[in-house]
């Protein structure tokens, strides 16, 4: 019977909508399992044949748990805000919301051709302002609570001002941005403004000086993962570190509870190892060194306070504020030199850089409070000024960095040594000083030792030992459009919350998508953007007078604001009330599987976790973790097709004149030449002299040399499956290739180069999904990419192998077809064909449960072989089967359900169980071995013991025959596998 997926899966995509098989019900008596994909950005680009991998594995395990009689949770929605957008924006005048809006109905309409079992009426989208009203709300309540270091949490920050109002600062134990004194009394004296002030210190989303990755081209703040060697991921631009007011989130409060949290979950160690690191907890002491001449004192926090007698210089981050006061005249020019060098180096680049060592002397010394001896200070970029106190002592024979700094400048570099004794064991540098401590270190253990001096540190009074986090607190401004509005307004220069009632706080029109003249951010371009606090609105910008009328902030939230919480928002998508109703969000909790890439492995997780742990502390929801089991799945990687090119404006004649102005792009067959060699003219191969210089005076061109580079193509410009380039059909791709050249190789044809990489775009080796479910049907689709490897790993793209699952495919719809006629038997199986059936139900669970899709598509594959050897169409063992292989191939199996003569879709079917009964073998075949060489087979049942079947064997004709009466020396039964006789 003909195998027509195209009319089949249209058939069921349209029954799945009309009848919204897969929406989920909140009143149920169910147990529920909540299944999520990572927040899918919608590209005008589309979907290619990457992207749904992961999405796939999470609907087989949807379905799996709807067959087990979950209630499950399977929701879809859009990452819509974004730089993408606006750029196009920018460059199309084209409000981002159209675009925006084109890019998710394609999305829809591709992910509803794979067969997806998302509950669609529960669709988010970021940019709806009927979500980000609850983002809003969400900073509100994060700016109205403050962190109680005694209670460990957050707290309203009314308990912080009845503290304040009882107390002072006396006994606070609160997480903030600088360290307070006051009385009760001048906390009561204090004007709105100071108090306002006072209270930003703690806040935890608070406006503060920072130092951020600008970008001018853009006019915008960058994420660090939006910057790559110094430039903007999007365009190229270039990024330089720069001052500026912005809003952060105290997410540094939160550090050893995310890192204590990693412990209760259920996901990739290498993932928990990148939160361990990003976090960075560190263990040490804060200590003071004065600064010669001055009244000033540098602070720093060291791991290894018992290296202080080794510490012979001090660098600070080039961002310190003290090194603008601590500079001498002689040294300002190269130290302002150097700190616009660094300007333009990201944070990422310079913690990356660890081998390439530069700073420059300020011209002045600390006094190490233990030998009282002078250390210059220098600036470096390898210091950070957002971990730790952005100073560090320098202790060159013992860190690494240190000591590439130390020989660069010629510093000195003092061992630390236990005794005088050490000294002889040990060989030093001839450069290298030997410090003995044996005051203070002699003969103890490194935590005794560490213990003691950070003793003697709080002794002295020149500090203490504390625990310190590498990570520092969130920026959470952005200087764009398109994103989430910030709902503050600022009445004498201090922020103010607009209250919840006004929300949500709408993006409002803009005339373009740039920033103004006077450099404000793009939402600075509105004329409706201002606060009348009198009477609750948004007015007109020119109303603005400071009395009742304020300005708005003008930058927005980052992209991670609104991923940060779409998982509860999915719990209750439509309530106008509240974020999600508690029962709901009590019912559902946390997300059970959550699959996505491992690029998000600090960033958003971090986000989300720093958000649900907030919202628990507020009461308003009920689990401390948001993912409790999370997978990464691996790339599918695309096949890249390369031509070696070389481009020449011109040829020097030898006697200063040019022959040609005309740029000339030569393509060559890859076995012509080598990539990244410069060929002297007369070393060309013939082929490129020939293709190249066809209409010239070869002679002419003596000097010139040749070099080639590789360059991406479109794969549909190969010739079928081949590596050969269809060179008229590239000439006809892009205009530079109008008038290319060509070498070919000798048999006439130019061949590519091939790689496999990462599917892109931009490198033009994509795969559409749509083209593969013309051709080959979604199940098809779903079925080879699950087919292709284990679900972490990468694996590449190769569409000619989609014939092997296509055929499997239709073996398993002919199962149940007699030629042209559907027919199914109702007579009762034998037990060979519930074996197979049983065999089948064991792995598949198994892999399942274990994410080994891979192996159970192997599994249908000899299962319906098996089935369709013994012609099998029982339709005990039919129509599980349509169940099992369901998840994976939904479209198909409803067709086939149905045609069996069931009303209710095959989703709520019970999944098979397993009888372990069928799988127990009556027989074995046991082969039998004469001195190791096997002579025959010989079945016997397989209840009998290991001595009934050396009898039978020894009774066996066979053997009888071969022995001729011999007695064997020896009998070996490995009971159930093999019979060896000696003889």
């Known amino acids: 019977m003909f195998y027509d997926h195209q009319q089949i899966e249209k058939k069921w995509q349209k029954y799945w909508e009309d009848n919204q098989t897969y929406k989920t019900s909140n009143n149920t008596d169910k147990p529920k399992f909540y299944v999520l994909d990572m927040f899918p950005y919608p590209s005008g680009a589309g979907l290619h044949v990457g992207h749904p991998l992961g999405y796939i594995a999470s609907d087989i395990y949807a379905r799996y748990k709807r067959h087990q009689g979950f209630n499950v949770l399977h929701p879809v929605g859009y990452d819509s805000f974004g730089l993408p957008a606006e750029q196009y924006a920018i460059q199309t005048g084209q409000h981002p919301a159209i675009t925006t809006e084109k890019n998710i109905n394609r999305y829809e309409e591709q992910l509803r051709k794979i067969g997806f079992s998302f509950d669609w009426s529960r669709e988010v989208r970021t940019s709806d302002a009927s979500y980000y009203k609850w983002t809003q709300w969400i900073f509100i309540e994060l700016f109205h609570s403050w962190y109680n270091k005694n209670t460990d949490k957050a707290e309203s920050i009314s308990t912080l001002i009845k503290h304040f109002e009882e107390k002072g600062s006396l006994d606070l134990n609160a997480n903030q941005n600088d360290e307070l004194n006051f009385t009760a009394e001048e906390w009561k004296e204090a004007s709105e403004i100071d108090k306002e002030d006072i209270l930003l210190n703690y806040r935890l989303s608070f406006r503060a000086e920072t130092t951020v990755n600008w970008c001018p081209a853009l006019g915008t703040v960058l994420a660090n993962d939006e910057v790559k060697d110094g430039k903007s991921e999007r365009g190229g631009f270039p990024v330089f570190q720069k001052k500026m007011m912005q809003w952060s989130m105290r997410i540094s409060a939160y550090s050893e509870r995310l890192l204590q949290g990693l412990k209760t979950l259920d996901w990739p160690q290498p993932l928990k190892d990148a939160q361990e690191y990003w976090i960075g907890k560190s263990q040490g002491a804060q200590v003071k060194f004065n600064i010669d001449t001055h009244d000033e004192i540098v602070e720093v926090f060291t791991t290894r306070p018992d290296t202080i007698f080794g510490a012979t210089f001090m660098v600070l981050a080039p961002e310190n504020p003290l090194v603008e006061t601590i500079t001498t005249a002689e040294q300002k020019v190269e130290v302002d030199t150097y700190i616009e060098e660094t300007s333009k180096k990201t944070e990422r680049d310079r913690m990356s850089d660890v081998k390439n060592v530069s700073g420059a002397f300020t011209g002045s010394y600390a006094i190490n409070p233990f030998s009282n001896e002078k250390m210059p200070i220098y600036i470096s970029d390898y210091v950070l000024m957002g971990y730790g106190t952005g100073a560090v002592m320098a202790v060159p024979a013992h860190d690494e960095r240190d000591h590439r700094f130390a020989k660069k400048f010629n510093l000195e570099i003092k061992k630390v040594v236990e005794t005088e004794e050490d000294v002889q064991e040990k060989s030093f540098d001839s450069k290298t000083s030997v410090c003995v401590n044996s005051d203070f270190l002699n003969g103890l253990s490194y935590d005794e030792a560490k213990a003691l001096i950070i003793d003697a540190v709080e002794k002295k009074g020149i500090g203490h030992g504390t625990t310190n986090y590498r990570q520092r607190d969130a920026i959470f401004s952005r200087q764009r459009y398109w994103g989430e509005p910030v709902p503050i307004y600022y009445k004498?220069?201090?922020?103010?919350?607009?209250?919840?009632?006004?929300?949500?706080?709408?993006?409002?029109?803009?005339?373009?998508?740039?920033?103004?003249?006077?450099?404000?951010?793009?939402?600075?371009?509105?004329?409706?953007?201002?606060?009348?606090?009198?009477?609750?609105?948004?007015?007109?910008?020119?109303?603005?007078?400071?009395?009742?009328?304020?300005?708005?902030?003008?930058?927005?939230?980052?992209?991670?604001a609104g991923s940060s919480w779409y998982f509860l928002r999915y719990m209750d998508p439509n309530n106008d009330e509240v974020f999600a109703n508690k029962e709901l969000s009590d019912y559902w909790g946390q997300v059970d599987l959550y699959i996505g890439g491992s690029e998000h492995a600090t960033?958003?997780?971090?986000?989300?976790?720093?958000?649900?742990?907030?919202?628990?502390?507020?009461?308003?929801?009920?689990?401390?973790?948001?993912?409790?089991?999370?997978?990464?799945?691996?790339?599918?990687?695309?096949?890249?097709?390369?031509?070696?090119?070389?481009?020449?404006?011109?040829?020097?004649?030898?006697?200063?004149?040019?022959?040609?102005?005309?740029?000339?792009?030569?393509?060559?067959?890859?076995?012509?030449?080598?990539?990244?060699?410069?060929?002297?003219?007369?070393?060309?191969?013939?082929?490129?002299?020939?293709?190249?210089?066809?209409?010239?005076?070869?002679?002419?061109?003596?000097?010139?040399?040749?070099?080639?580079?590789?360059?991406?193509?479109?794969?549909?410009?190969?010739?079928?499956?081949?590596?050969?380039?269809?060179?008229?059909?590239?000439?006809?791709?892009?205009?530079?290739?109008?008038?290319?050249?060509?070498?070919?190789?000798?048999?006439?044809?130019?061949?590519?180069?091939?790689?496999?990489?990462?599917?892109?775009?931009?490198?033009?080796?994509?795969?559409?999904?749509?083209?593969?479910?013309?051709?080959?049907?979604?199940?098809?689709?779903?079925?080879?990419?699950?087919?292709?490897?284990?679900?972490?790993?990468?694996?590449?793209?190769?569409?000619?192998?989609?014939?092997?699952?296509?055929?499997?495919?239709?073996?398993?719809?002919?199962?149940?077809?007699?030629?042209?006629?559907?027919?199914?038997?109702?007579?009762?199986?034998?037990?060979?064909?519930?074996?197979?059936?049983?065999?089948?139900?064991?792995?598949?669970?198994?892999?399942?449960?274990?994410?080994?899709?891979?192996?159970?598509?192997?599994?249908?594959?000899?299962?319906?072989?098996?089935?369709?050897?013994?012609?099998?169409?029982?339709?005990?063992?039919?129509?599980?089967?349509?169940?099992?292989?369901?998840?994976?191939?939904?479209?198909?199996?409803?067709?086939?359900?149905?045609?069996?003569?069931?009303?209710?879709?095959?989703?709520?079917?019970?999944?098979?169980?397993?009888?372990?009964?069928?799988?127990?073998?009556?027989?074995?075949?046991?082969?039998?071995?004469?001195?190791?060489?096997?002579?025959?087979?010989?079945?016997?049942?397989?209840q009998l013991s290991a001595k009934e079947v050396e009898d039978l064997v020894m009774q066996d004709e066979k053997i009888q025959q071969i022995l001729d009466g011999k007695a064997p020396k020896?009998?070996?039964?490995?009971?159930?596998?093999?019979?060896?006789?000696?003889?």
């Open 603 to 942: 960033g958003h997780l971090l986000y989300s976790r720093f958000w649900n742990m907030f919202l628990k502390d507020r009461g308003y929801i009920t689990q401390d973790e948001p993912f409790q089991k999370l997978i990464n799945q691996g790339m599918i990687l695309g096949m890249s097709a390369f031509v070696y090119q070389s481009n020449l404006l011109s040829f020097d004649l030898g006697n200063g004149d040019e022959a040609g102005a005309t740029t000339r792009t030569l393509i060559v067959s890859k076995e012509l030449i080598e990539e990244g060699k410069t060929y002297p003219f007369n070393e060309l191969p013939d082929a490129i002299k020939n293709a190249f210089f066809e209409n010239e005076d070869v002679s002419l061109f003596e000097t010139v040399s040749v070099s080639f580079v590789k360059r991406h193509i479109d794969i549909s410009l190969l010739i079928g499956t081949s590596d050969e380039l269809n060179t008229e059909a590239l000439k006809k791709w892009r205009p530079e290739y109008d008038n290319a050249l060509f070498a070919f190789n000798k048999d006439g044809k130019l061949i590519t180069e091939r790689e496999v990489e990462k599917m892109s775009k931009s490198k033009y080796n994509v795969v559409n999904p749509d083209d593969i479910c013309e051709e080959y049907g979604a199940d098809g689709l779903r079925l080879y990419e699950m087919f292709l490897g284990p679900l972490e790993q990468s694996k590449p793209w190769n569409t000619q192998g989609l014939s092997g699952v296509y055929g499997f495919l239709k073996k398993f719809w002919n199962l149940y077809f007699n030629e042209d006629n559907f027919e199914v038997s109702d007579v009762e199986p034998t037990k060979a064909e519930y074996k197979v059936l049983h065999t089948l139900i064991k792995k598949v669970v198994y892999d399942i449960e274990n994410f080994s899709f891979n192996t159970s598509v192997s599994s249908f594959m000899i299962a319906v072989n098996e089935l369709q050897k013994i012609k099998c169409n029982k339709r005990n063992i039919l129509e599980p089967l349509a169940v099992i292989i369901s998840p994976y191939a939904p479209h198909i199996c409803e067709e086939l359900w149905s045609l069996l003569g069931h009303d209710i879709s095959i989703e709520f079917e019970k999944f098979p169980e397993l009888n372990e009964t069928y799988l127990v073998e009556d027989e074995i075949e046991y082969p039998v071995s004469v001195n190791g060489k096997m002579k025959f087979k010989l079945p016997l049942p397989a």
């Open 492 to 560: 004498d220069g201090m922020p103010y919350t607009l209250p919840t009632s006004a929300l949500p706080l709408a993006l409002p029109e803009v005339e373009k998508y740039l920033p103004t003249e006077d450099g404000d951010p793009p939402l600075g371009n509105s004329k409706t953007f201002a606060w009348d606090e009198a009477n609750q609105k948004v007015v007109a910008t020119d109303l603005i007078d400071d009395k009742t009328i304020f300005p708005l902030e003008l930058s927005t939230m980052p992209g991670w």
């Open 970 to 983: 020896k009998i070996i039964v490995v009971h159930h596998r093999i019979v060896n006789i000696v003889i």
